[in-house]
């Protein structure tokens, strides 16, 4: 069975083709640049940063992501490592925020990106 997608015939086993081969260095440097994300992450679940509880998924949807997508093999073009960097960035952004005390994005208007827990299976979800 066969789909139109952007105007090419697709297959699922086309629609499933494996990411591109990260090399170990940008493999290794992502790890690593995840490490502060996970470390914030971490300090925010202290009990003296439980008002920030309703707010974590805001910055879990960052480390998700990029966690996901190296565990998964998911970038499928060279660009898509810079956005990755950027959005480790953001999300230790938040969290260094959220350690602060403040949730600015939380004022913010227009396109802005927020998480959620599932109530269906208490995953992270954009």
């Known amino acids: 069975m066969a789909l139109l997608l952007h105007g090419h015939q697709a297959t699922a086993a086309s629609?499933?083709?494996?990411?591109?081969r990260l090399s170990a260095a940008e493999t290794s440097a992502m790890q690593a640049a995840l490490i502060p994300l996970n470390e914030a992450i971490h300090a925010l679940q202290e009990?003296?940063?439980?008002?920030?509880k309703p707010h974590m998924p805001d910055v879990l949807v960052f480390q998700k992501a990029v966690?996901?997508?190296?565990?998964?093999?998911?970038?499928h073009a060279r660009n898509q490592i810079q956005?990755?960097?950027?959005?480790?960035?953001?999300?230790?952004?938040?969290?260094a925020h959220l350690l602060n005390g403040r949730a600015p994005w939380l004022r913010e208007k227009g396109c802005v990106v927020r998480?959620?827990?599932s109530r269906l299976d208490d995953s992270i979800q954009p």
């Open 15 to 20: 629609l499933m083709e494996p990411g591109l």
């Open 47 to 52: 009990p003296d940063h439980a008002w920030a």
């Open 67 to 75: 966690s996901e997508a190296l565990e998964h093999n998911e970038f």
């Open 83 to 95: 956005t990755a960097h950027a959005l480790i960035a953001e999300g230790l952004a938040r969290a």
């Open 115 to 117: 998480g959620f827990r």
